[in-house]
């Protein structure tokens, strides 16, 4: 083999190998099977009530809109506040997982309803340390962006903030659409997934 011809080769496996290291991060985050529930533009996919959001940028009362990128849930000036929530189109029956990150101003109080509007059935996604019920999470990132994760196996759900578990099996109907709740102060959101067992 020539300099020439080794020289080519050496140079393309270097390339080779750079494109495959800037490659890697993208592909570790790619979560083959995972969808999208929101899309970051607007609340195509969901509805408040009996009103579709699809195309909209905010619900009409403005607690739920997209700004940048991002959901952002603000909360009810009332006293005692009045709950609302957006829920799903779609109907999740079956087994799934659903990820998520979410961002809470000091005493934020929100909530994901899990196939119906229980409160038995919510998950409380919150400022957690100064509004319980998980007080005493360990790894909690104050005014910064927390990972959830839920896994669903029937009717049980495995709830996770930050890879530490809060509910190891939550108890939940057999089916139903999810639901993001607008409480107190507020709560943001992106990166909303999930990834269905069909």
């Not at 009362?61 to 990128?69: H, L, M, N, Q, S």
């Not at 006293?79 to 809470?104: H, N, Q, V």
């Not at 108890?171 to 909303?192: F, H, M, W």
Request: aromatic share 8%; hydrophobic share 40%.
């Amino acid at each position: 083999m020539s300099w020439h011809s080794r020289h080519w080769t050496v140079r393309s496996s270097a390339l080779a190998l750079l494109i495959s290291t800037l490659l890697l991060p993208a592909a570790q985050a790619d979560e083959p099977g995972f969808k999208p529930l929101f899309n970051g533009k607007d609340l195509s996919g969901w509805r408040l009530g009996k009103t579709d959001l699809a195309g909209k940028t905010a619900s009409e009362d403005g607690r739920f809109a997209v700004k940048d990128g991002i959901l952002v849930i603000t909360g009810s000036k009332d006293a005692p506040p009045k709950m609302t929530e957006i829920d799903t189109l779609e109907s999740y029956d079956g087994d799934f997982t659903l990820r998520l990150e979410f961002r809470a101003s000091r005493n934020a109080n929100s909530g994901l309803h899990l196939r119906d509007k229980a409160f038995a059935h919510q998950f409380q996604i919150r400022d957690y340390p100064r509004v319980g019920p998980y007080k005493e999470v360990k790894n909690f990132k104050d005014d910064d962006w927390n990972a959830i994760e839920v896994v669903v196996t029937g009717a049980k759900a495995r709830c996770a903030c930050n890879g530490e578990i809060l509910e190891a099996a939550l108890a939940i109907p057999d089916k139903g659409p999810l639901a993001l709740q607008s409480e107190t102060n507020v709560i943001e959101y992106r990166n909303i997934r999930i990834k269905t067992a069909d």
